[in-house]
T-cell receptor
Framework: DTGVSQDPRHKITKRGQNVTFRCDPI?????LYWYRQTLGQGPEFLTY????????KSRLLSDRFSAERPKGSFSTLEIQRTEQGDSAMYLC??????????FGPGTRLTVT | SQQGEEDPQALSIQEGENATMNCSYK?????LQWYRQNSGRGLVHLIL?????REKHSGRLRVTLDTSKKSSSLLITASRAADTASYFC?????????????FGSGTRLLVRP
């Protein structure tokens, strides 16, 4: 399977704990995006990497959130001191062209 | 608020019927895309229409774009139960160099067998 993969698919954590998600993009794709989707809504942009450089961060990305893409390959999204409002689906997408993005299956986070 | 807004929010049709979903957006765009999402899954790219195009076809899908009205429609012909999903329009942010996508809240389509 050469699509975008995300791990884990589901994560349940207690409020205050830290969580980390991983995204493996399609191998030749230099652009990588993180989105967050809450129930009944469309995805909202969180952050964008071109190769290893994080070029844009949404205001949604509070200082509890950090994302990395070392070596321009896989990416991680970490949430520190999770809150119940962080419960959502976290989607990763990659692209090589300017427009079409390929999405992974997402990581569903539940904060109890 | 999100750039794209779909209408209707939910649509229920019989298998074999056509389904039409509409999307409105607010600012200038380079292109508009439609994605499908099955329940609890990732998004699948369906079709992209550029700002200088007015209509595009892909299999049973037909997309129109009216930049003067800042609106687009997605028509699914001869629907199948497998078309049951949420459909989102997504626009780029115009001059934004990240080409991040801005999604609407989606239309939930139910195709009854």
């Amino acid at each position: 399977d050469t699509g975008v993969s995300q791990d884990p698919r589901h994560k349940i954590t207690k409020r205050g704990q830290n969580v980390t998600f991983r995204c493996d993009p399609i191998s030749e794709h230099n652009r990588l995006y993180w989105y967050r989707q809450t129930l009944g809504q469309g995805p909202e942009f969180l952050t964008y990497f071109q190769n290893e450089a994080q070029l844009e961060k949404s205001r949604l990305l509070s200082d509890r959130f950090s994302a990395e893409r070392p070596k321009g390959s896989f990416s991680t999204l970490e949430i520190q001191r999770t809150e119940q409002g962080d419960s959502a689906m976290y989607l990763c997408a990659s692209s090589i062209s300017l427009y079409e993005q390929y999405f992974g299956p997402g990581t569903r986070l539940t904060v109890t | 608020s999100q750039q794209g807004e779909e209408d209707p929010q939910a649509l229920s049709i019989q298998e074999g019927e056509n389904a039409t979903m509409n999307c409105s957006y607010k600012t200038s765009i380079n292109n508009l895309q439609w994605y499908r999402q099955n329940s609890g899954r990732g998004l699948v790219h369906l079709i992209l229409i550029r700002s200088n195009e007015r209509e595009k076809h892909s299999g049973r899908l037909r997309v129109t774009l009216d930049t003067s009205k800042k609106s687009s429609s997605l028509l699914i012909t001869a629907s199948r139960a497998a078309d049951t999903a949420s459909y989102f329009c997504a626009t780029d942010a115009g001059l934004d160099s990240s080409y991040k996508l801005i999604f609407g809240s989606g239309t939930r389509l139910l195709v009854r067998p």
